[in-house]
């Protein structure tokens, strides 16, 4: 597993470094503790390419024709994966500080950015190590 | 009659605002539009705190305008030291407010303001029809974004400028990879204008009187005079010209200039000041538009920021593609007793910030004005203005217009300290 910040102004086609088989974009607030349980998760994932993403524009570039997406969930009590974006509830951006990861994925839809996209949802709080053998599984069958 | 309307949540802004409104007879005698934010508390958070911490937080005022924040409280610390920065550390400055700028125009005109003149709830019910143009604005927020995130380290509160200079620099190569984009996404920005300018905008005169910096050799953004077509104001005179106050029925101060005048700030006001030191195609632009300046007509705000967005993408294109930058670390710089004031161009209008230290360097007061606050005035008087004319519209279409008025402003309501819920009683 290798970890690559999505760093420098090309965004998600930056190099990556991983020696991983699959890129897998990692979302979370490193500084918030009900929102840095994915990227935690992330360094126990094997044979892969963990992709840190600070803002959702960035899965815009992103090269692969299948985009794997890690996060937590609110309210989520076990791992899901969810592969139909429309699930996601989004709201009208009342402001500029409201283009989410839900926003985005709808808007790449809605654009036309024919990308399938797998959302791994991990509950807020857990045993990352217990976590990530089950994200490792759901990462097999996307 | 007597009609009391209450709109709680202005939607498509920044932040949270309200707006209270009272009709007697067709006449307006009650119109309140506040911030509804709770208080923030910056002012006092950094108070206390060394000078060199002031912009890592005060940048947290705002995602949108951290970089605007972060230049204001280092130049005004710096002001406050007696230090002069190098002109390349200058002209970074610059280029971190460009990119905020170019990503914040383009999400403001594409994200929140085409919605309302093209009749869509949002730009995402807007997706399958305007791909093409959403596409446009996706590709200058990417190229805002990118310069940020080289200057600032990040793409939101940067941490790489501080007083004295930069903790880290940009290569000049990574500057002239950036001036190859900044080639390419110059077209967007041309047909952003030409997008806005085949808009129709409402006829309306506000009578506030419109400022912005002016520097004799630029188009001001980093220094300069505040500046109106009436009076010049220098900077550091700000408690001379500039007054604050209160209102019981808003968390946000209420801003005029001396005389209880209410004035505008923003992209227009910049274009009215300074529209003869944009660059060329700017310029041009402006012609080909059919842009009368000055224009009073806040409508304007929009087609303004298109304007400048292709004077931005110019001049970051310039600084990108002829600055050699050097290795310069930030000097060491001594604490000592200061008053130190900043006025800073962002996407919004005038952001000051203003600190005054001990000898040891610790901050012991701080006042940041935004340029929402500022605009707060203007905008409250111009819906009252714009009111009598669509009293006889639906309650909906009242509410729509009032937000698209307020929407041209541009503001952040949670820099100042969501959008609009109505009440309606009628007698």
């Given at each position: 597993m290798s970890t690559e910040s999505v760093a420098g102004w090309q965004g998600c086609q930056a190099p990556f470094r991983g020696q991983g088989s699959r890129r897998i974009y990692v979302f979370g607030n490193e500084h918030l503790a009900e929102d840095f349980l994915a990227r935690k998760v992330a360094e126990h994932l094997g044979d892969v390419t963990i992709v840190n993403c600070r803002s959702p524009d960035e899965l815009l570039d992103a090269p692969d024709e299948t985009i794997i997406i890690l996060d937590v969930v609110k309210g989520a009590d076990k791992v899901i994966i969810l592969d139909d974006v429309t699930q996601l509830r989004t709201r009208s951006p009342v402001s500029m500080h409201d283009f989410d990861l839900g926003y985005f994925l709808n808007l790449m839809k809605g654009l036309g950015m024919e990308k399938k996209i797998y959302i791994i949802g991990i509950p807020q709080a857990g045993d990352p190590k217990v976590i990530a053998e089950e994200v490792g599984r759901c990462i097999k069958k996307a | 009659m007597l009609r009391n309307i209450t709109l709680n949540h202005i939607t498509k802004i920044e932040g949270h605002a309200k707006l209270d409104l009272a009709i007697d007879n067709g006449k307006v005698t009650t119109c309140h539009l506040s911030a509804t934010e709770g208080a923030r508390y910056f002012e006092g958070l950094v108070k206390n705190r060394k000078f060199y911490e002031a912009h890592e937080m005060t940048s947290r005022i705002c995602g949108i305008c951290s970089c605007g924040h972060v230049v204001a409280a280092v130049q005004a610390i710096e002001d406050a030291l007696g230090f002069q920065p190098s002109a390349q550390?200058?002209?970074?400055?610059?280029?971190?407010?460009?990119?905020?700028?170019?990503?914040?125009?383009?999400?403001?005109?594409?994200?929140?303001?085409?919605?309302?003149?093209?009749?869509?709830?949002?730009?995402?019910?807007?997706?399958?029809?305007?791909?093409?143009?959403?596409?446009?604005?996706?590709?200058?927020?990417?190229?805002?974004?990118?310069?940020?995130?080289?200057?600032?380290?990040?793409?939101?509160?940067?941490?790489?400028?501080?007083?004295?200079?930069?903790?880290?620099?940009?290569?000049?190569?990574?500057?002239?990879?950036?001036?190859?984009?900044?080639?390419?996404?110059?077209?967007?920005?041309?047909?952003?204008?030409?997008?806005?300018?085949?808009?129709?905008?409402?006829?309306?005169?506000?009578?506030?009187?419109?400022?912005?910096?002016?520097?004799?050799?630029?188009?001001?953004?980093?220094?300069?005079?505040?500046?109106?077509?009436?009076?010049?104001?220098?900077?550091?005179?700000?408690?001379?010209?500039?007054?604050?106050?209160?209102?019981?029925?808003?968390?946000?101060?209420?801003?005029?200039?001396?005389?209880?005048?209410?004035?505008?700030?923003?992209?227009?006001?910049?274009?009215?000041?300074?529209?003869?030191?944009?660059?060329?195609?700017?310029?041009?632009?402006?012609?080909?538009?059919?842009?009368?300046?000055?224009?009073?007509?806040?409508?304007?705000?929009?087609?303004?920021?298109?304007?400048?967005?292709?004077?931005?993408?110019?001049?970051?294109?310039?600084?990108?593609?002829?600055?050699?930058?050097?290795?310069?670390?930030?000097?060491k710089l001594s604490p000592k007793a200061g008053h130190g004031i900043a006025a800073v161009e962002v996407p919004r209008g005038t952001l000051w910030h203003e600190y005054t230290l001990d000898a040891d360097g610790m901050i012991t007061y701080a006042n940041i004005i935004t340029p929402t606050a500022q605009n707060l005035l203007s905008m409250q008087e111009d819906i009252k203005r714009v009111l009598p004319s669509i009293l006889g519209k639906k309650k909906e279409d009242i509410v729509m217009d009032v937000e698209k008025l307020i929407r041209a402003y541009d503001p952040c309501f949670s820099c100042s300290a969501h959008f609009l819920e109505v009440n309606w009683d009628e007698h």
């Open positions: - | 550390t200058f002209r970074l400055r610059e280029l971190l407010t460009l990119g905020e700028r170019i990503r914040s125009h383009a999400t403001h005109l594409y994200f929140l303001a085409l919605p309302d003149y093209l009749g869509y709830e949002s730009a995402l019910a807007m997706a399958p029809t305007y791909k093409a143009e959403l596409m446009k604005a996706l590709g200058l927020m990417k190229i805002g974004n990118a310069i940020v995130k080289l200057l600032g380290a990040r793409d939101l509160h940067p941490v790489s400028a501080t007083p004295g200079g930069w903790l880290h620099l940009p290569s000049t190569g990574e500057l002239r990879a950036v001036a190859k984009e900044l080639e390419k996404a110059k077209k967007d920005a041309i047909a952003t204008c030409s997008l806005f300018a085949s808009l129709t905008h409402p006829d309306f005169d506000s009578p506030s009187e419109w400022f912005s910096l002016k520097h004799e050799s630029e188009y001001a953004m980093l220094r300069g005079d505040f500046h109106s077509p009436r009076v010049v104001f220098e900077c550091h005179k700000l408690h001379d010209f500039v007054r604050e106050y209160h209102e019981d029925y808003s968390t946000a101060n209420f801003v005029v200039v001396k005389g209880g005048r209410q004035y505008m700030l923003g992209a227009l006001p910049r274009l009215n000041n300074n529209a003869s030191q944009l660059s060329k195609d700017a310029k041009a632009m402006v012609k080909k538009v059919r842009l009368r300046l000055p224009s009073s007509n806040p409508y304007h705000q929009n087609l303004a920021q298109a304007i400048e967005l292709i004077h931005a993408i110019d001049h970051a294109h310039d600084i990108c593609s002829a600055l050699e930058v050097t290795d310069e670390k930030p000097p």
